[in-house]
């Protein structure tokens, strides 16, 4: 029930598609990440997942469409939904996801996290 203070978070890492833990509710995780270029494609068939930009913004690319994302802002993308985060600069953002939710949809890629660290 302790105050988390984001902003303090995002200065303790600087890797970008590493999303770190900071909070737990109802077993969904709420995790801070840095994104900076393009990321893979790929889709969550069983979650949904929320991004809230927090510094910063980043285009969510579909196979029909492109929206950017604006610090305030935020875009839930439905399970099943084949998607890709593209960000020009650093973006800063909350994801609240499924505890289970594995952050590439399974593709393979080095930049997977399989066990994110707390923050």
Request: aromatic share 8%; hydrophobic share 35%.
């Amino acid at each position: 029930m302790d105050v988390v203070n984001l902003k303090k978070k995002l200065t303790s890492f600087s890797e970008h598609w590493s999303p770190k833990l900071v909070g737990e509710l109802d077993g969904y995780h709420v995790k801070l990440a840095k994104i900076e270029g393009d990321f893979v494609w790929h889709a969550h068939d069983g979650e949904d997942e929320l991004f809230l930009v927090i510094d910063g913004c980043f285009r969510m690319d579909y196979r029909d469409r492109q929206v950017w994302v604006e610090a305030g802002e935020m875009v839930i993308v439905p399970k099943g939904i084949e998607h890709k985060p593209y960000a020009r600069d650093v973006c800063s953002v909350l994801l609240i996801e499924k505890a289970t939710t594995d952050h590439t949809g399974g593709v393979d890629d080095p930049r997977r996290v399989e066990n994110p660290e707390r923050i």
